[in-house]
């Protein structure tokens, strides 16, 4: 059955148009939505990007011609955020109907980026981005068709993730196009990263991206991944082959280890590449 919105506690926007209460204006609304009492997510705090629909919460998606609607359903990511513990504390700017790789053109005005004000926080999942940076949540959504979620995670210093197509449901999201459409995770950390997305991806029976999809142990193979980086390697003898074994990617922060302990590696360091390499 649906979620009851009675008792949903909302912070009126106007509230936060004020820059001391929303300094990167990465903020559209602010909420206290408390999931299960048991979950993989308990104790961990989302932030929910505004084209994704929360019932009883206001959503515009960067718009002013949505200003005003009110979704009366939770979209399946709210749904399995919810179910698995996690609290939804509110819903983060995002650039005018997701079209936009900068920051600037959301009908609530430009997100700044927290590291340096005045700059691009990157888009179109602007404020998600910028408020995992800020440190004001250690979890965000994000939505993806030609970057929005890889881009402002560049720009913010944030770990993004664009799914596999189909692999997290897009039911009760805001679509561009139904063969471009992901939505996932945006968060502080690699593993944080792979715990949100075990919650969020998986079949729902409603969305047509879906065919024959296969969720796995997210979790346990970034562990699995962690455990094989050499303690012996350090900056000036990483080869890219070993960069690349951590993440098909290529991140700007890698994760190398001093120490391993219970499998966990504890410790950073930052690579500079060549601009090829991140093309």
Known sequence: PPRSTQGVSSAASDVYKRQEDNP?????????????ARGKLKGHRVVIKDNVMVAGVPMMNGASTLEGYTPEIDATIVDRILGAGGEIVGKAHCEYFCLSGGSHT????????PHRLGYSAGGSSSGSA???AAGEVGM?????????????????GTYGMKPTHGLVPYT??????????????????????ALLLE?????DGYDPRQYNVKRQAYTKATLEKF???SPSVNERELKLEQYRALDNNIPIKVLLTDKVNNGIAVSYTHL?????LLV
């Open 227 to 229: 455990t094989h980086v």
């Open 24 to 36: 990167y204006n990465a903020w559209y609304w602010r909420t206290s939505i408390k999931g299960n």
């Open 106 to 113: 959301s009908a609530a005005g430009p997100v700044q980026n």
């Open 140 to 156: 965000a959504i994000g939505g993806d068709q030609g970057g929005s979620i890889r881009m402002p995670s560049s720009y913010c």
């Open 199 to 203: 919650v969020i991806a998986g079949p």
């Open 172 to 193: 009760g999201i805001m679509p561009i196009e139904v063969f471009v459409d992901h939505t996932g995770p945006i968060t502080a950390s690699v593993a944080d990263n």
């Open 272 to 276: 500079t590449l060549p601009t090829i």
């Open 130 to 132: 910028a408020l995992v």
